[in-house]
Nanobody, 114 residues
């Protein structure tokens, strides 16, 4: 059973930073594409950032230059460093992992106050 557990969310002022972490339980973590989606109230879930098994990254245009995704295959961890946060970044952030099928975490709330 694959589990993804997010942590690191919280309340931060605009301009601040947060680092999200996702702990994954699958046996061969390194083969998965992993990353982060977010969903703001009344909006659809959207991709924030992803990183493939070979380390190729992609980002939503709205977070390029501010967010950095990374992974540690030895620890089965995915990270999202978020800098220069704005109120528009307020959302529930979800970790995902995909190989043959996709898996989701429960989400962690990020709230950015103005």
């Amino acid at each position: 059973q694959v589990q993804l557990v997010e942590s690191g969310g919280g309340l931060v002022q605009a301009g601040g930073s947060l680092r999200l972490s996702c702990a994954a339980s699958m046996r061969i973590f390194s083969i998965y594409t992993v990353g982060w989606y977010r969903q703001a109230p009344g909006k659809q879930r959207e991709l924030v950032a992803g990183i493939t098994s070979t380390g190729v990254t992609n980002y939503a245009e709205s977070v390029k230059g501010r967010f950095t995704i990374s992974r540690d295959n030895g620890k089965n961890m995915v990270y999202l460093q978020m800098n220069s946060l704005t109120p528009e970044d307020t959302a529930v952030y979800y970790c995902y992992a995909q190989a043959t099928v996709g898996h989701w975490g429960q989400g962690t709330q990020v709230t950015v106050s103005s």
